[in-house]
């Protein structure tokens, strides 16, 4: 299976590393909880870091991951492995971040695929940084990129119009 992810340039030293998730809570896990989030598709993965990034970033280089698991790893569907249905479109995403706090403390898989808060029909896979098959991701491609200016129109109209 094939997952994308997309990082700042500046962290190119540690692709993989979780320490981020570690020091701060993300939809899915709690501060503290080793996972790293990626994408089933280029465009989700670049979608999903859009969307996080204030305008003074559009000019920062960011970095491209294709990264394979390995042929035997396992990635479970989060609506397979929930004692209860999670609403994971919530403004508060407490429910989700229990649910994968849970799987992450008692799966053997690892991965977690969960429905993408941007796109429904799309999936984000969780990667669980405690399984033994960690280790084994292989990083295929790593390519530099600066977001397309097109996308950052509305927001530098917006920042023009306030002075900035």
């Given at each position: 299976?094939?997952?994308?992810?997309?990082?700042?340039?500046?962290?190119?030293?540690?692709?993989?590393?979780?320490?981020?998730?570690?020091?701060?809570?993300?939809?899915?896990?709690?501060?503290?909880?080793?996972?790293?989030?990626?994408?089933?598709?280029?465009s989700?993965?670049?979608?999903?870091?859009?969307?996080?990034?204030?305008?003074?970033?559009?000019?920062i280089?960011?970095?491209?991951?294709?990264?394979?698991?390995?042929?035997?790893?396992?990635?479970?569907?989060?609506?397979?492995?929930?004692?209860?249905?999670?609403?994971?479109?919530?403004?508060?995403?407490?429910?989700?971040?229990?649910?994968?706090?849970?799987?992450?403390?008692?799966?053997?898989?690892?991965?977690?695929?969960?429905?993408?808060?941007?796109?429904?029909s799309?999936?984000?896979?969780?990667?669980?940084?405690?399984?033994?098959?960690?280790?084994?991701?292989?990083i295929?491609?790593s390519?530099?990129?600066?977001?397309?200016?097109?996308?950052?129109?509305?927001?530098?109209?917006?920042?023009?119009?306030?002075?900035?």
């Amino acid at each position: 299976m094939i997952v994308w992810r997309i990082i700042r340039k500046e962290f190119v030293q540690s692709p993989l590393s979780v320490e981020g998730a570690k020091a701060w809570p993300g939809r899915w896990h709690s501060a503290g909880t080793a996972i790293l989030y990626t994408a089933a598709s280029e465009s989700l993965a670049l979608l999903e870091k859009f969307v996080h990034l204030a305008l003074e970033f559009r000019t920062i280089p960011h970095v491209k991951l294709c990264i394979e698991l390995p042929a035997d790893a396992v990635v479970e569907n989060i609506e397979d492995v929930g004692d209860r249905p999670v609403n994971w479109r919530s403004d508060d995403p407490t429910a989700a971040r229990a649910a994968g706090d849970r799987w992450a403390r008692r799966s053997e898989a690892l991965g977690l695929s969960v429905p993408s808060v941007l796109s429904s029909s799309e999936r984000n896979v969780l990667l669980r940084a405690a399984s033994p098959l960690y280790a084994q991701l292989q990083i295929r491609s790593s390519e530099e990129f600066l977001y397309d200016e097109r996308m950052w129109k509305g927001e530098t109209r917006a920042a023009l119009k306030r002075g900035k």
